[in-house]
């Protein structure tokens, strides 16, 4: 009987032990942080930012660079926060961010020479790009902000092809 009460004790003391080294392994920690993939798009709009500044550009074309910037800014939040919305229209949204805007938009217009930049035609196609990217921003960011769930999928792929061109 004495073997029965001790083989019982150590039978509960195992799983007791077993048990608290399980849920202390289970605890969540904080998932080291991977340098090597380089700056966010915040943080490259932020240099964007500071590199148009740097370059002298008109005022105007500033200003309209810089709203859809911070609307931008605005948006990635909204879009990571969306459980929906993740996947394919948070990565075109970050890519807007990270590459196209600055890379096939501004910086090939602040590479230009002063004349060039003076350009009406040139201007024009500047603001139009600006533009467009704006009003795709502002439907993505009203079809977030109203849970859109059945559009995402869709507007996702819509900005891939029309602003993601890179083949990448």
Same mark, same amino acid.
């Given at each position: 009987?004495? !073997?029965?009460?001790?083989?019982? =004790?150590?039978?509960?003391?195992? @799983?007791?032990?077993? @048990? !608290?080294?399980?849920?202390?392994?289970?605890?969540?920690?904080?998932?080291?942080?991977?340098?090597?993939?380089?700056?966010?798009?915040?943080?490259? %709009?932020?240099?964007? +930012?500071?590199?148009?500044?740097?370059?002298?550009?008109?005022?105007?074309?500033?200003?309209?660079?810089?709203? *859809?910037?911070? %609307?931008?800014?605005? $948006?990635?939040? $909204?879009?990571?926060? #969306?459980?929906? =919305?993740?996947?394919?229209?948070?990565?075109?949204?970050?890519?807007?961010?990270?590459?196209? *805007?600055? +890379?096939?938009?501004?910086?090939?217009?602040?590479? *230009?020479?002063?004349?060039?930049?003076?350009?009406?035609?040139?201007? =024009?196609?500047?603001?139009?790009?600006?533009?467009?990217?704006?009003?795709?921003?502002?439907?993505?960011?009203?079809? @977030?902000?109203?849970?859109?769930?059945? #559009? !995402?999928?869709?507007?996702?792929? !819509? *900005?891939?092809?029309?602003?993601? +061109?890179?083949?990448?």
């Amino acid at each position: 009987m004495e !073997f029965g009460i001790i083989f019982i =004790a150590i039978l509960i003391a195992s @799983v007791a032990v077993f @048990v !608290f080294y399980k849920m202390k392994a289970k605890k969540p920690e904080a998932e080291p942080v991977d340098e090597s993939v380089g700056p966010g798009p915040v943080e490259d %709009l932020l240099s964007l +930012n500071l590199d148009m500044r740097k370059s002298m550009m008109a005022a105007s074309l500033v200003e309209i660079t810089e709203e *859809l910037i911070d %609307l931008i800014v605005d $948006l990635l939040p $909204l879009v990571r926060e #969306q459980a929906s =919305a993740s996947g394919e229209l948070t990565w075109t949204v970050n890519r807007i961010a990270s590459e196209y *805007l600055p +890379n096939k938009c501004v910086y090939p217009f602040i590479k *230009l020479d002063k004349n060039s930049q003076s350009d009406a035609g040139i201007v =024009a196609s500047y603001t139009d790009s600006i533009g467009a990217l704006k009003d795709e921003l502002v439907a993505v960011k009203a079809m @977030v902000v109203s849970r859109d769930v059945q #559009q !995402f999928s869709a507007k996702a792929k !819509f *900005l891939k092809n029309r602003f993601d +061109n890179t083949g990448s």
